[in-house]
T-cell receptor
Framework: AQKVTQAQTEISVVEKEDVTLDCVYE???????LFWYKQPPSGELVFLIR??????QNEISGRYSWNFQKSTSSFNFTITASQVVDSAVYFC???????????????FGQGTILTVHP | GAGVSQSPSNKVTEKGKDVELRCDPI?????LYWYRQSLGQGLEFLIY????????KSGLPSDRFSAERTGGSVSTLTIQRTQQEDSAVYLC????????????FGNGTRLTVT
């Protein structure tokens, strides 16, 4: 069965520090997708990024970057020059399968609470 | 609407009562999901609707839980004979239904069973 582990329960940083959120996953499928979602205090989960199992190209988007490594089953997320508005719970998630009812059926990690202090 | 709308935002009910939670997905999204978020269990998949296909109910925790999606749009999650362990935030999400499309979540309904 699939599993997502976010070992860091809580991280606290000071504004402008870089911070990396770790995510390790387990799956038997060769086709799968990985996601990061952000849940600010308002409660609404917001999609950040999606990666499929065939695309290990890492990505940078503004202050965000993602490091996907199949060899270690990891999909880590880095925020550069953190800001107070980045404070939220961050979830890593996995969906398996090439089709059918597995679409969108996400397995979430337990989440990492990120607090950025001014 | 612009986003996924859920109502009510908060619901307090007595143990043993039935509750209905409503979700209005983004217009044009064919897929709709219910998840549950609680302190002890994190985010759990409950049920998934895709077009006219039979729903995937594999995440429903007991037969007290059921969901409907009428006309391919609005969905209602019903919990019968509520128990204290049902207390959680119930999140609805929708997507375009294509391969592993990102989910767009609502703000959730916080259910408290006293």
């Amino acid at each position: 069965a699939q599993k997502v582990t976010q070992a860091q329960t809580e991280i606290s940083v000071v504004e402008k520090e870089d911070v990396t959120l770790d995510c390790v996953y387990e799956t038997r499928d060769t086709t799968y997708y990985l996601f990061w979602y952000k849940q600010p205090p308002s409660g609404e989960l917001v999609f950040l990024i999606r990666r499929n199992s065939f695309d290990e190209q890492n990505e940078i988007s503004g202050r965000y970057s993602w490091n996907f490594q199949k060899s270690t089953s990891s999909f880590n997320f880095t925020i550069t020059a953190s800001q107070v508005v980045d404070s939220a719970v961050y979830f890593c998630a996995l969906s398996e399968g090439a089709g059918g009812t597995s679409y969108g059926k996400l397995t979430f990690g337990q989440g990492t609470i990120l607090t950025v202090h001014p | 609407g612009a986003g996924v709308s859920q109502s009510p935002s908060n619901k307090v009910t007595e143990k043993g009562k039935d509750v209905e939670l409503r979700c209005d997905p983004i217009s044009g999204h064919t897929a709709l999901y219910w998840y549950r978020q609680s302190l002890g269990q994190g985010l759990e998949f409950l049920i998934y609707f895709q077009g006219n296909s039979a729903p995937d109910k594999s995440g429903l925790p007991s037969d007290r839980f059921s969901a409907e999606r009428t006309g391919g749009s609005v969905s209602t999650l019903t919990i019968q004979r509520t128990q204290q362990e049902d207390s959680a935030v119930y999140l609805c999400a929708s997507s375009k239904g294509q391969s592993h499309s990102p989910l767009h979540f609502g703000n959730g309904t916080r259910l408290t069973v006293t």
